[in-house]
């Protein structure tokens, strides 16, 4: 079993940055393939980003692509999702999630955290 905080949001202006974390307990991070999600109000949950267990792969949304970059700390447990040039449309609540089994490139994620706010004002 795997349990996820997230944590690093906050407010920020347009053109700015954030660093999001995600601690995570449990054996299973480090052969977890994980992935950040966001979801704006009124709208659908989508996929930001995912990182493979080893960190050798990563994918990321063509919307936050050049700008947000995912990383993994295996000893530490963390998973990490640095931000830049933040847009008001990034404004969202972020979540990171864990698929247990490994899956790349299409994961099926059974653990998430209960998420942390975004805001960017313009």
């Known amino acids: 079993q795997v349990q996820l905080v997230e944590s690093g949001g906050g407010l920020v202006q347009a053109g700015g940055s954030l660093r999001l974390s995600c601690a995570a307990s449990?054996?299973?991070?480090?052969?977890?393939?994980m992935g950040w999600f966001r979801q704006a109000p009124g709208k659908e949950r989508e996929v930001v980003a995912a990182?493979?267990?080893?960190?050798?792969?990563?994918d990321y949304a063509d919307s936050v692509k050049g700008r947000f970059t995912i990383s993994r700390d295996n000893p530490k447990n963390t998973l990490y999702l640095q931000m830049h040039s933040l847009q008001a449309d990034d404004t969202a609540v972020y979540y990171c999630?864990?698929?247990?089994?490994?899956?790349?490139?299409?994961?099926?994620?059974?653990?998430w955290g209960q998420g942390t706010q975004v805001t960017v004002s313009s």
């Open positions: 449990g054996r299973s991070f480090s052969r977890s393939t």
């Open positions: 999630a864990a698929d247990t089994s490994a899956g790349w490139p299409s994961p099926h994620y059974d653990y």
């Open positions: 990182i493979s267990w080893g960190g050798t792969a990563s």
